[in-house]
């Protein structure tokens, strides 16, 4: 597998440097890059019914509303939980040099309402202006269009470990905290077999029904993991609901596309701050795991939690720690959170 993962990322590493140099600084390469990857990842897992999908559209699309062709859509592309309806995917775009931003236009609306929220959060708009004034565009999708991220050729775990991989280099030229994006998949899977270990007994059986909260998910790596472990180590039969918040958008986005690709419920991957933000108000769950980032500032949202903590009922209670490290608010976070 770590090959497999490594030869992708390898090659999403040199289109980066090919295409993109010169034209955008080093910091800027993960915001062109990151949405191309989950955008081919989403043509190849919609690729064997696209032209089903397309049929049903032109058939209905005089006779139904955008609202009504969602479960017709869902249906003919083999109901999964996402479709695209236009004609063109990378690959297909990728054979008319001469019209590729009006198509690549076309191609984007033609995804349905959960897909187009995931790549507002990318912001593309101005990402794809620029390329498009440097004459990039094109050469963009042509290189993607050759990378076969197909779910026969790369797993839901292998993508997992793709993205982090290209977070962690991005990260690393732009100067920022890998950590505050990424945590590797082995530290994970440690932390998972010690939150199972001793509760293997009580997960066994038919019927049970376990609740999974990251409120910093970044990639969503914690929660697909629990959700592997307790299927592969503990019970195959347990249906794991995921749950998960995070506040950088592109971070999120990768979650939640993820997340939608694997079949699960996409709304329970939802953004903004979990302290003042808080996305799952009142709800509690069966376990939860995190790795919030250590020693960030929380002084913009002091107003906010210190009028939380003065609330007995609040989830910052018990006190607050210093402003240059927020990790101890998240603590408390979970613990008002726990079942």
Sequence with gaps: MANNFQEKANFIWTVADDVLRGAFHAYEYGSVILPFVVLRRLDMVLELKKDDVIKQFDQFKKSLDEERMIPVLRQAAGNINFYNHSFYDLRRLAQDSKNIELNFGNYLNGYSKNVREIIENFQLEKILTKLSKNDLLYQLVEKFAEVDLSPKSVTNHEMGYIFEELLRRFSEMSNETAGEHYTPREVIRLMVSLMFAEHKKELKGKGIIRTVFDPACGTGGMLITAKDYIHNE???????VMYGQELNEQTYAIAKSDVLIMGENAENIR????????????QQFSYMLSNPPFGVSWKKEEAFIENEANDPHGRFSAGTPRTSDGSLLFLQHMISKME
């Design 234 to 240: 503990i019970n195959p039969d347990l249906e794991v």
């Design 271 to 282: 953004q903004g701050n979990s302290f003042t933000q808080d996305k799952f108000k009142g």
